[in-house]
């Protein structure tokens, strides 16, 4: 039997922490040509929403701990 050999876990690189929030887009330039979307306009002042993608339900939260949790 040919297996592969397992590939080393690699952690993931943390994302850079926006240290100008008013202006969110020169944390982003040059990462990609995406649109910035802030959070508190997704949820409004709200805890959560719901997103509908190909048919399905995701909810995306905020956390107590002012952390985002996306789930199906």
Same mark, same amino acid.
């Given at each position: 039997m040919n297996e592969t050999?397992?590939?080393?876990y690699r952690t993931p690189q943390p994302l850079p +922490? *926006?240290?100008h929030p008013e202006d969110p887009c020169? $944390? *982003? @330039?040059g990462m990609s040509s995406a649109r910035v +979307? /802030?959070?508190?306009?997704l949820l409004q002042e709200q805890r959560e929403l719901?997103? $509908?993608?190909a048919g399905q339900v995701y909810r995306l939260l905020r956390t /107590?701990?002012? @952390?985002l949790i $996306?789930? @199906?």
């Open positions: 050999p397992a590939q080393p +922490v *926006c240290q020169s $944390l *982003c @330039k +979307v /802030r959070s508190e306009d719901f997103i $509908l993608h /107590r701990n002012d @952390k $996306l789930q @199906k």
